[in-house]
Every structure is written in C-alpha cells, then in structure tokens.
C-alpha cells in the first residue's frame, strides 16, 4: 500500500490565484514620500511649538550629550544652580536603590558626577576667599564619595551602596551649605 501526499505548493498556489491583492476593507499602502513629509512637517511644528525650556529645567540625562560636546561651561550662579538641583536629584534616587535598579543609578551617577566635574571648580568664585580651602575639602570629599558609591553599586554590594550613598548626601548638602 503506497500512500500518495498530494502536492501541497500546487494546493497553496491555487489558494494565493483566488485570493485577491486589496480586499475592500484593506486601505492600499501610503507612499514614502507622503509619510516622510507628514513626519517631517509634524516635528517642525512640534519645535516651534513648544516654549524655550528654562535653563534648570534642560539639566538631565537627555541633554547630556548637548551640554558635554556642544555648549560652552555655564556661569557661577547657574553652577550652583545646577549643584543644589543635583542634591535634590540625589535625594530622590533613594528609591531607585531600594527598588535595585542598578543600572539606572550607575547612568545617574556618572552623569551627575561628569556635572560636578564642571560646576564645582566654576561655582567655587561664588565662595568668599577665606572659606575656599574648606569648600575644596568638601568638594574631594563629595568626588570620593560619589566614585566609591560608583564602586559599591557596580558590584552590586546593597549595604556598602547605602552606606556610601549617605555619605554622598551628607557631602552634597554640606558643599551646598557653602554657596548658600
């Protein structure tokens, strides 16, 4: 008893022959170029539609790359400016490390930690001269501090990240004490 399979390529090519291209409730394909100049035209509008960012408010992980390549060092009081609203960002990541989102706080770190590289020596004219000796201790303190915080959340070490996590705060809040 010899089993015949029929051909199933000349079943489906007979399937494929009936089906038509559009069906009636298919809409046909938008061309490219209709898509490209709809999204080109929609994002020009969106620029100029939307207002000027204040300064402040442009400090982040998305303008990042802009601010290190592109743009020029900011001034003394935008410095401190941006210091004061890196302590606040600090003591928001509380949660973050209680939640173990690592990643998300080793990219926050070294993002507010390239930000300091520049703010701190530029925020230290808005010091008086007699405290300039102590705000740069407190200022290699905060850099130590952050750099270990890197360490212990890479590896990833809960206890020891805590640890060096309030130390970071309690230098962070002291170096703002000073351009108060």
């Not at 898509?35 to 620029?47: C, D, M, P, Q, Y």
């Not at 915080?149 to 990833?156: G, K």
């Amino acid at each position: 008893m010899a089993t015949t399979i029929p051909n199933s390529t000349a079943f489906l090519c007979r399937i494929a022959a009936h089906r038509p291209i559009h069906s009636s409730h298919e809409t046909p394909p938008l061309p490219r170029r209709k898509i490209i100049t709809t999204f080109v035209t929609s994002l020009a509008l969106a620029l100029q539609l939307q207002p000027p960012a204040a300064v402040a408010q442009s400090w982040g992980t998305r303008s990042f790359l802009w601010e290190k390549y592109f743009e020029p060092g900011l001034s003394p009081e935008d410095a401190v400016a941006r210091i004061r609203q890196t302590a606040e960002g600090l003591h928001d990541l509380r949660g973050m490390l209680e939640s173990m989102s690592w990643r998300y706080v080793i990219f926050y770190i070294r993002v507010k930690q390239s930000y300091l590289s520049k703010d701190m020596p530029t925020a230290m004219e808005m010091v008086p001269e007699i405290q300039r000796k102590s705000y740069v201790e407190k200022a290699n303190e905060l850099v130590d501090n952050m750099a270990e915080f890197d360490y212990y959340v890479r590896t990833p070490k809960v206890y020891e990240s805590y640890v060096y996590y309030e130390k970071t705060l309690k230098s962070i809040d002291d170096l703002v004490a000073f351009l108060a």
